[in-house]
């Protein structure tokens, strides 16, 4: 993780990351990003559960383009308030979206668009604030945000970048198809043959992934499908640290800049949030002649 | 069972019985994922459940939820992909119902969930539009849930994040190219606004047990139109309650006693 975040996101990237929403986010590598000391990224997101709040609060970002950030299962985003409200630790410029028009900005991207037409934000004050969505002649013309790098974790991944992600994907595949490049984090790494065997669930062409990281339990203490729940009482618990300024950096020295990894972080994590129900799809037939 | 009940199970109670048997319903979050298990299980057995971040359902998932995007949720999923897809069927109509919370909301149904004060330097910072904006721009009709208070009822929001019926004129929504038709109904802890077909201005149609108009009046920041039928709330029937605490142990979402 320490490699691919020091050689594929310098300071300044733009940055796709929780892009499935609630589940599936890459907390690892905002952790690492943090301890990198990162410096004047964008974050691109639909609604973004704390990550996002906990790289504003670190100081590690400029620019939020997303849908909403805060915490899903508490409420406000506490770093989030600070920043925008008082601009610290820093200001941050935020260019607001809605779900749905954050999804059609990274497929115009992704299509090589100048802009994708939709109804939806006609009557919202959110392109007033936001220069990328532009209403003309009844229609709302969503500009494309292109990421430098999306940072994804899925459930499995081969060491040639292709990957196998299941559940809901929220903006995975435009995210990572607009991006220059991908950052792969997986629960478990896995040979070709695994993934080859089932070609219509490799998530993204080969091509666009520049690193693969085996990193379990990566997403705490968000969900990941057949691996790992939810975990609702560290949400509560970095809800209630963050409040103040004071408590976030407690926190965050805590959780992040004294864990040198997610090896050590993952050692102090009740070990009943891993699921152990299973339950697998039936294989398909790619039978030829 | 007991038949004491918290504010937010009577709204949990009120806002199943939005969803008619048979509706596409666009979920969300907190209370109406709550509300869509107990329709789904009392009145609504064939309602499905749409979820932004790519989910479909027919029934309520079978432990608790604290997102919808948690474990359970998928599991015995009817279609699980991408939001583009699940935003597909919201442009093209097809959800006849969405949930969306707010911050404030005003007499004509916009709803706030950005900025309170100016967007460069806001007073507070709220966390934005998630799928609330599509929701209201692109459902057939949607319900909009929050707490009672004159600071989150207020005469007009100073910033529209979710646009309801404009500045209340009469075909303000087809006007400015609105898709859907906008919001039927306000549920609070203290009782239920709703809104005349084709828009306009929110009329106070019921007023939960316990409380009267005139504390309602004083809770909103708006003169407040009293519907000629305006009655009591009807409060959680014991199936509700019973259904409400099975999703909710433990009153994590609406305080009871799950």
Excluded at chain 1, 89 to 102: G, K, L, V
Excluded at chain 2, 49 to 64: K, S
Excluded at chain 2, 195 to 212: D, I, Q, Y
Aim: aromatic residues 6%; proline residues 7%.
């Amino acid at each position: 993780m320490r490699e691919a975040v020091s050689r594929f996101v310098p300071d300044g990237s733009t940055i796709a990351m929780g892009t499935c929403l609630e589940p599936a986010i890459p907390f690892a590598a905002g952790h690492e990003l943090i301890r990198q000391g990162r410096r004047d990224l964008t974050l691109v997101g639909p609604i973004s559960d704390a990550l996002f709040d906990q790289l504003i609060g670190a100081g590690c970002v400029a620019r939020v383009i997303a849908a909403w950030v805060g915490n899903v299962s508490e409420g406000l985003g506490h770093c989030y308030r600070r920043a925008a409200e008082l601009g610290q630790p820093r200001a941050i410029e935020i260019r607001d979206h809605s779900n749905f028009s954050i999804s059609l900005a990274l497929w115009a991207a992704a299509w090589n668009a100048p802009f994708l037409p939709t109804r939806t934000l006609l009557g919202s004050d959110i392109p007033s604030s936001n220069p990328d969505l532009v209403v003309d002649d009844g229609w709302v013309r969503v500009l494309p945000v292109k990421p430098d790098v999306a940072i994804l974790h899925v459930q499995r991944a081969d060491a040639s970048g292709r990957a196998h992600a299941w559940g809901p994907l929220g903006i995975t595949e435009e995210a990572g198809l607009a991006a220059d490049r991908v950052i792969l984090c997986c629960e478990e790494l896995v040979d070709a043959e695994v993934t080859l065997s089932d070609p219509n669930r490799i998530l993204l062409p080969e091509t666009k992934v520049v690193a693969v990281v085996h990193e379990p339990g990566g997403t705490h203490p968000a969900p990941l499908q057949g691996f790992w729940k939810r975990d609702h009482a560290a949400h509560r618990e970095y809800a209630q640290s963050s409040r103040t300024a004071e408590g976030f950096e407690r926190w965050l020295r805590e959780w992040v800049l004294d864990t040198p990894d997610r090896a050590s972080y993952l050692k102090r994590i009740d070990p009943a949030l891993r699921i152990t129900r299973h339950a697998f799809s039936a294989p398909v037939d790619y039978g030829d002649e | 069972m007991s038949d004491r009940y918290t504010p937010q199970e009577l709204m949990v109670a009120v806002a199943a019985r939005e969803i008619a048997d048979g509706e596409l319903v666009f979920v969300g979050m907190r209370l109406p994922v709550l509300a869509y298990g107990v329709a789904r299980s009392t009145h609504a057995p064939n309602a499905r459940a749409l979820f932004e971040l790519g989910l479909l359902r027919d029934q309520p998932a079978e432990a608790f939820l604290g997102t919808m995007g948690d474990p359970p949720n998928v599991a015995r999923a009817l279609w699980a992909t991408r939001m583009s897809n699940v935003m597909a069927l919201l442009a093209q109509g097809a959800a006849d119902l969405g949930f969306i919370g707010g911050a404030e909301v005003d007499r004509f149904g916009n709803l706030n969930t950005s900025y309170i004060g100016p967007p460069p330097r806001p007073r507070v910072k709220l966390p934005g539009s998630g799928g609330g904006a599509d929701i209201a721009i692109l459902a057939r009709r949607w319900v909009t849930l929050m707490n009672h208070e004159k600071r989150r009822l207020v005469e007009r929001v100073s910033y529209v994040t979710s646009p309801g019926h404009g500045d209340g004129t009469a075909g303000w929504r087809t006007r400015h190219g609105l898709l859907g038709g906008g919001p039927a109904a306000i549920v609070t802890t203290l009782a239920v606004f709703r809104f005349p077909p084709g828009g306009g201005e929110a009329e106070l149609a019921t007023v939960h047990p316990g409380h009267t108009v005139e504390e309602v009046k004083a809770e909103t920041g708006w003169p407040v139109k009293v519907s000629s039928v305006c009655r009591e709330t009807a409060p959680p029937t014991a199936g509700e309650l019973a259904q409400i605490r099975r999703l909710d142990p433990g009153g994590f979402w609406t305080g009871g006693p799950g």
